[in-house]
Nanobody
């Protein structure tokens, strides 16, 4: 299973970016897809996630500004980021919890990371 993320870049404070992440490979089902981020010197932290058939979950720091969505038919997750702040600067990693075969176990996969830089 591979996760391919895209959409990062440089934006001014107050601007917007949209991240995308597509999962491909041997996939029976995806339980969870989401985004984490890691700023220099910090631990990787959850930004937002969405369980299949469930409600989105957001970090307090992004509530009201970021929106996560999924296209289950395309095995793709999106993160719409509005009102960006310099403290949102980080590498953003796509994350998925995948069942590879019917009745099999769940495995965690990560994308390669995409840089988001917000200038003040």
């Amino acid at each position: 299973v591979q996760l391919q993320a895209s959409g990062g870049g440089l934006v001014q404070a107050g601007g917007s970016l949209r991240l995308s992440c597509a999962a491909s490979g041997s996939i029976f089902s995806i339980n969870v897809m989401g985004w984490y981020r890691q700023a220099p010197g910090n631990k990787r932290e959850l930004v937002a996630s969405i369980i299949t058939g469930g409600s989105p979950n957001y970090a307090d720091s992004v509530k009201g500004r970021f929106t996560i969505s999924r296209d289950n038919a395309k095995n793709t997750v999106y993160l719409q980021m509005n009102s960006l702040k310099p403290e949102d600067t980080a590498i953003y990693y796509c994350h998925a919890v995948v069942r590879v075969v019917a009745g099999g176990g769940l495995y965690v996969y990560w994308g390669q990371g995409t840089q988001v830089t917000v200038s003040s």
